[in-house]
């Protein structure tokens, strides 16, 4: 099987695959990847400096998240891992959501419910994602199944890193989803490592796209660090799974860049000389190359797009990092219609031991 591929390393596009896309489109891809990227250091050095908790990044996963959510429809639902906070933000969800989730504020929209980085929003439907490794898979399948159930034109798409394909639910959800045909996309970013594992330890095929034959699925393998191959074999996912053809499997080929997360050292277990190689594979420089080509942007615009996003997120951060944590009463609150006596007990007894009011 060949790995679908459009730019090359110097951003030069395949005249015979390059999708058609407006400047606009392309231009606003771009500066939710750079936003992506952006998000990355600011989550990283803030939880460095003690002042969040939590940070996931994805950096060098840009392409696949951008080049993904820009291939669907807005009313299609995302069920994401963990590394694809740019489809949200592509999509409209506010950054001042995010920034107050991160300091897990009064206004966090997750109450601080939420490690950082695992949020969802009903609104642009990118669902609340599992902590447990590859339980979005099923979920995913279940959803598709009652898109089709209810004849609504929908599509779902389900993201998922290479480790989770050595999970029960990739079997379960993939399987589930071939044999009901279900408008689900099946979305593996395979960055090379879950944590300290690498791939070679999580299956003894010759590359995970093979697995899809075994489900009687259409497997596609893609340079995940190539925006436009992205956005096509999506594309192509999307007007199977519209047409009741059922699901596509996707294994995106790319590379975790930074971190597992901000509690994790890869320099303890993986080889610099690798990092060095994906590098050069860098997904974000690459598609900078094919838009200044094009002519759609210059260096000094792609820098302007970077201190816009820089100098909103500032101001975000230093007013997230004003304000109170969430009430005590969200502790108590979203389970039951109306408060049981025991819980506003238990809820009184909190209030006078902390002295705060709620
Ligand atoms: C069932 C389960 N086992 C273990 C973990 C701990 N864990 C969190 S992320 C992770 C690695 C997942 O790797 P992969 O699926 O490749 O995704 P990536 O983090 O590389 O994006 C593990 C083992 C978990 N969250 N759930
Ligand atoms: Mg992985």
Request: hydrophobic share 35%; charged share 25%.
């Amino acid at each position: 099987m060949s790995m679908i591929k459009i730019l090359d390393s110097t951003g030069k596009a395949d005249p015979e695959l390059e999708p058609n896309i407006s400047k606009e489109k392309l231009v606003k891809m771009l500066e939710y990847m750079i936003l992506v990227r952006l998000l990355d250091e600011k989550g990283m050095r803030l939880q460095r400096q003690g002042r969040i908790s939590f940070s996931i990044p994805s950096t060098g996963q840009e392409a696949t998240q951008i080049g993904a959510v820009a291939a669907l429809s807005p009313e299609d639902w995302i069920f994401p891992a963990y590394r694809e906070p740019g489809m949200a933000f592509y999509r409209g969800l506010p950054l001042e959501d995010l920034v107050n989730h991160w300091f897990i504020n009064e206004k966090d929209p997750q109450k601080g419910r939420r490690l950082p980085g695992l949020f969802g929003s009903k609104q642009f439907r990118y669902v609340n994602p599992s902590a447990p490794i590859g339980t979005q898979i099923i979920q995913a399948a279940g959803a598709g199944y009652a898109h089709k159930y209810l004849s609504e034109n929908l599509v779902d798409i389900v993201f998922f890193g290479d480790g989770a394909t050595s999970s029960s639910d990739f079997h379960s959800g993939l399987n589930f989803g071939a044999v009901f045909k279900t408008p689900t996309i099946f979305f593996c970013q395979n960055n090379q490592w879950a944590i300290s594992v690498p791939l070679s330890r999580q299956t003894g095929a010759t590359s995970l796209v093979d697995k899809a034959q075994g489900y009687g699925l259409p497997g596609v393998q893609v340079d995940g660090n190539d925006i436009l191959a992205v956005y096509n074999v999506v594309k192509e996912a999307v007007k199977r799974a519209k047409a009741g053809d059922g699901p596509t499997f996707i294994e995106a080929v790319t590379y975790r860049a930074g971190p597992h997360t901000s509690s994790d050292d890869p320099t303890r277990y993986r080889p610099k000389e690798e990092l060095e190689k994906w590098k050069k594979l860098d997904p974000i420089s690459r598609f900078e190359k094919y838009l200044r080509a094009k002519g759609y942007i210059t260096q000094e615009g792609i820098e302007e797009i970077r201190s816009s996003f820089d100098n909103k997120l500032n101001n975000l951060i230093s007013e997230a990092e004003k304000l109170k944590p969430p009430s005590l009463k969200t502790l108590f609150s979203d389970v039951y219609s109306e408060l049981p006596w025991h819980l506003e007990e238990q809820f009184n007894e909190l209030n006078a031991l902390k002295g705060r009011n709620a």
